[in-house]
């Protein structure tokens, strides 16, 4: 009983640090990837529980991977399997990005860097566009949506007020504004 | 102390994004900026660096600014802080799952803070857009500059590619080509 929970956290570590390694960009990218390798080749979860997920991730702060992660490992083995996953879908990306920090200060200093990061810094701005539409089509259409995005855009933008402030503010606005539709329903 | 300010801050980043991905770039830029940790440039360059290696965004920032910031101590408690308050709160809701889904609560903040980071989103994006197009401030000497229509180009250029879903690394490799290409020729 103890081995074969030490071989699952084991496997769920590997497997995660795998799904780590392999996803560029991150965020929803690495949902079909969890998917083909918790599903399809070890039979963790089903398809509906890859779905519940994501709904969890999207409800719940902080980074996908890490979200799904910490979730599927939880479920398989407790909380020594939810640690496992976590720590092995976040080490790739750590011990990548702390290396590049050793070099990325020393080639900014070469005349065709600094040439490719003009160019990619227009290409970030139109990636970070792309990324505002994906997740402005997600939203609801409706009236309290449009307010909230109004709102949250010109505090930030044009009144400096601090974003953690916005973001509350917006959640208990979202809290009470559905609390009334929902009793005006009903009545 | 430089170890635990890394921390708290990362830890705010990752309790207060909701969504993934550049959901967490408007709190980045304003906590990273405000402690003077990098330059907005900086950032947008690290975002390249980002779309192009593995890993959520989040965790890379985090380790680069801690690393950065603080060496591999600093990068380890950067990354430990953006990662905890999801593990912390995964494992709640994973125990209280049934009643977390049904929950009318968690529904009516998420009818808030999902449009909210579109509002978000977007006043990130006018202070990216004054750093790449004018990063030495508006003047009228801009329109005579060559580096202001290479930017523009590029940008119009990757805004059409990447609405026509190309893969993010390609965008920027190509980006970066047109930038060496334009940076030598013109």
Request: charged residues 15%; contains cysteine.
């Given at each position: ?9 084991i ?9 780590g390694?392999?996803?560029f ?10 998917q ?17 997920i994501?709904a969890i991730a ?5 980074p ?7 979730f ?7 909380f ?23 070099v990325?200060?020393e080639?900014?200093?070469i ?13 970030v ?9 994906t ?22 933008a044009?009144?400096k ?5 916005v973001?509350?503010?917006c ?6 504004s ?10 | 102390?430089?170890y ?18 550049y ?12 402690h ?13 660096v980002?779309?192009?290696?593995p ?7 985090a ?14 408690c950067?990354?430990?802080g ?8 995964i494992?709640?809701v994973?125990?209280f799952?049934?009643?977390f889904k ?8 998420m ?20 750093t790449?197009?004018?990063?030495t401030?508006f ?27 190309v893969a ?9 080509l047109?930038?060496?290409?334009a940076g030598f020729?013109?």
């Open positions: 009983m103890k081995n074969s929970k030490l071989k699952n956290a496997s769920l570590f590997l497997t995660f640090m795998k799904i390694a392999f996803t960009g991150g965020g929803y990218a690495m949902i079909p990837l969890i083909k390798e918790a599903v399809e080749k070890h039979g963790w979860l089903t398809d509906d529980d890859i779905l519940e994501v999207e409800s719940t702060p902080g996908i991977a890490i979200n799904s992660a910490t599927v490992g939880y479920r398989l083995c407790g020594f399997g939810a640690l496992c996953a976590t720590v092995g879908v976040v080490l790739p990306s750590f011990l990548i990005i702390f290396l590049i920090s050793k990325l200060r080639f900014g200093n005349k065709a860097v600094q040439y490719a990061f003009n160019g990619i810094r227009a290409g701005l139109a990636l970070v566009i792309k990324a505002l539409w997740m402005y089509k997600k939203c609801p259409k409706n009236i309290v949506s449009y307010i909230v995005i109004g709102a949250a855009f010109i505090l930030t044009f009144l007020v601090e974003i953690l402030i973001i509350i503010g959640a208990i606005f979202g809290l009470i559905s609390l009334i539709i929902s009793r005006r329903s009903k009545a | 102390m430089i635990l300010e890394l921390l708290w801050t990362f830890f705010k980043i990752g309790a207060f994004t909701f969504g993934g991905g959901a967490m770039l408007p709190l980045i830029q304003d906590e990273v900026l405000a003077g940790w990098m330059e907005l440039s900086e950032l947008i360059d690290f975002i390249a980002s779309e192009s290696t890993g959520p965004f989040a965790v890379n920032i380790t680069y600014v801690g690393a950065e910031v603080g060496g591999l101590l600093g990068s380890v950067a990354t430990l953006v990662v905890l308050p999801s593990f912390i709160i494992l709640i994973a125990k799952f049934e009643k049904e929950s009318r609560a968690v529904k009516g903040v009818t808030g803070l999902k449009p909210a980071v579109v509002g978000l989103i977007g006043a990130a994006i006018i202070t990216m857009a004054v790449v197009f004018i990063p401030g003047s009228t000497a801009i329109f005579t500059d060559t580096s202001f229509y290479v930017s523009l180009v590029i940008f119009a250029l990757c805004l059409v590619l990447a609405l026509k879903k993010p690394i390609i965008v920027i490799c190509l980006s970066a047109l930038g060496i290409a020729l013109l």
